[in-house]
């Protein structure tokens, strides 16, 4: 058995299309997508139907959850505006996707199993790795970014990387994937990545309409995908939460974001 497995593709066209022209899809027996197909990214409904028409089987992503949660009072600093022009995007539904996915020995998540918040990193897998049931050996998961191979002596936990959005891995523009085959019972991952075109990437930023429904978030999404260095959206996210303790404002107040993406601009 072959698999292919992708996550985290954020909304980005670009770097999916790379992959879909590296690779034959009828090479495979299964392709997953492991959650937060979209968001942050310039076309989440290019995405969606692309991934569907190729025949992906996706798992819920923690941003596709919030989705669920729009209605709510917004919590502190995170992305609704992004969040509302994604959600517009896709004409206001999202398809009921599982958290887990699990068939024959492998099990797919988006951060651990059973909750797509949970950010770990490689070791921080180990613990649910060997907490597997039977039959499980393969544990595919996204969430983090960041791309691993870890192995407890017996089963693997593979984290692609972002598709999207890797984080960590300068010069940015290069889309993570693993190809997993099933080898006389025993797994085996091959990571594998394409590179896509900044040029056109900025293209579609300028032309979706981010940069005026959410310029602070758009502006830090922007510099992950094209830079590859960590974590700019969270780095972003912490500064409006200082911002906010420091003004007394709430973390929802466009003049506390618009201060906030001064600094995290100044502090580059
Ligand atoms: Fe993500």
Partial sequence: ???????????????????LSRERLGDYDRLISLGDQVNFGPKPRETMALLTK?????????????????????FAGYGWDMLRWTWNQLGQRFPALPVDLRFGTVW????????????VDGNGMLPFLRELPTPYRLLL?????????????????VNPGALGMLEGEPPGCVAPYAVLT??????????????????????????????????????????????????????????????????????????VWHEAGHRWEKEL
């Fill in 182 to 255: 099933l080898r006389r019972g025993h797994w085996h991952a091959e990571p594998r990545q394409v590179t896509y075109s900044e040029t056109e990437l900025l293209r579609d930023f300028q032309e979706s309409g981010l940069y005026e429904a959410a310029p602070e978030m758009a502006a830090a999404v922007v510099r992950q995908m094209t830079t590859g260095s960590g974590r700019q959206v969270l780095r972003l996210i912490k500064t409006i939460q200082r911002v906010s303790a420091e003004t007394g404002r709430s973390a929802d107040d466009p003049e």
């Fill in 141 to 157: 998961s996204g969430h983090n970014h960041r791309r691993w191979v870890v192995s407890d002596g017996e089963r693997l936990s």
């Fill in 108 to 119: 797919c998540t988006h951060g651990t199993p059973g909750d797509p918040y949970h950010l």
């Fill in 54 to 74: 190729c025949g992906f089987e996706m798992v819920l992503g923690n941003h596709e959850e919030r989705f669920a949660h729009l209605g709510e009072p917004a």
């Fill in 1 to 19: 058995m072959r698999l292919l497995a992708i996550a985290d593709v954020h909304g980005n066209l670009r770097a999916l299309e790379a992959l």
